[in-house]
T-cell receptor
Framework: GAVVSQHPSWVICKSGTSVKIECRSLDFQATTMFWYRQFPKQSLMLMATSNEGSKATYEQGVEKDKFLINHASLTLSTLTVTSAHPEDSSFYIC???????????FGQGTRLTVV | RKEVEQDPGPFNVPEGATVAFNCTYSNSASQSFFWYRQDCRKEPKLLMSVYSSGNEDGRFTAQLNRASQYISLLIRDSKLSDSATYLCVVNAAGNQFYFGTGTSLTVIP
């Protein structure tokens, strides 16, 4: 079964609105959560790394004011796409290493379409 | 240069065929290596970790060549259900993971 639960699995929103994506670790404490974006036929691209209780670290070229990340608890991290535009349409996915393992487990992904 | 480079394919093979994918990485200090499988519009799922001595899991064999900085995945006796995108993932240091672009495999009846 899933160890990282991500919601929603798909969302369609109007341009200019904000969308929140949640990732929950189900049976472990997710100290670190990675947020990725994947455009069609491209690789997963790391957007940011969030650590519980501290500010997220964003990759170069990712606007922190547009992609708000909150990791207030050890089981929940959220990504909010603010003022979404059609070019933000993509597959967003989170992952977290479970416990002391180096293996990352992924959420189910969120397919965002901005119209 | 990309951290991880992978032939995107597509690879179209008949059922029962053997197919191999390679993936090269640029950081010689990379510590851990993985193959993930991603089905269309789904999240990647761990297929297998890659150990220095090579490892096998059923029809799947993973190899690591540190000297040449590449990892490989061999699939024997391909099944229709093996059709997917295979991602190589390299853990460079700490929590830094780098993904290949994925190799698309289609197994044809």
């Amino acid at each position: 079964g899933a160890v990282v639960s991500q919601h929603p699995s798909w969302v369609i929103c109007k341009s200019g609105t904000s969308v929140k994506i949640e990732c929950r670790s189900l049976d472990f404490q997710a100290t670190t959560m990675f947020w990725y974006r994947q455009f069609p036929k491209q690789s997963l691209m790391l957007m940011a790394t969030s650590n519980e209780g501290s500010k997220a670290t964003y990759e170069q070229g990712v606007e922190k004011d547009k992609f708000l990340i909150n990791h207030a608890s050890l089981t929940l991290s959220t990504l909010t796409v603010t003022s979404a535009h059609p070019e933000d349409s993509s597959f967003y996915i989170c992952s977290s290493p479970k416990g002391g393992s180096i293996v990352s487990f992924f959420g189910q992904g969120t397919r965002l379409t901005v119209v | 240069r990309k951290e991880v480079e992978q032939d995107p394919g597509p690879f179209n093979v008949p059922e029962g065929a053997t197919v191999a994918f390679n993936c090269t990485y640029s950081n010689s200090a990379s510590q851990s290596f993985f193959w993930y499988r991603q089905d269309c519009r789904k999240e990647p799922k761990l297929l297998m970790s890659v150990y220095s001595s090579g490892n096998e899991d059923g029809r799947f064999t993973a190899q690591l060549n540190r000297a040449s900085q590449y990892i490989s995945l061999l699939i024997r006796d391909s099944k229709l259900s093996d059709s997917a995108t295979y991602l190589c993932v390299v853990n460079a240091a700490g929590n830094q993971f780098y993904f290949g672009t994925g190799t698309s495999l289609t197994v044809i009846p």
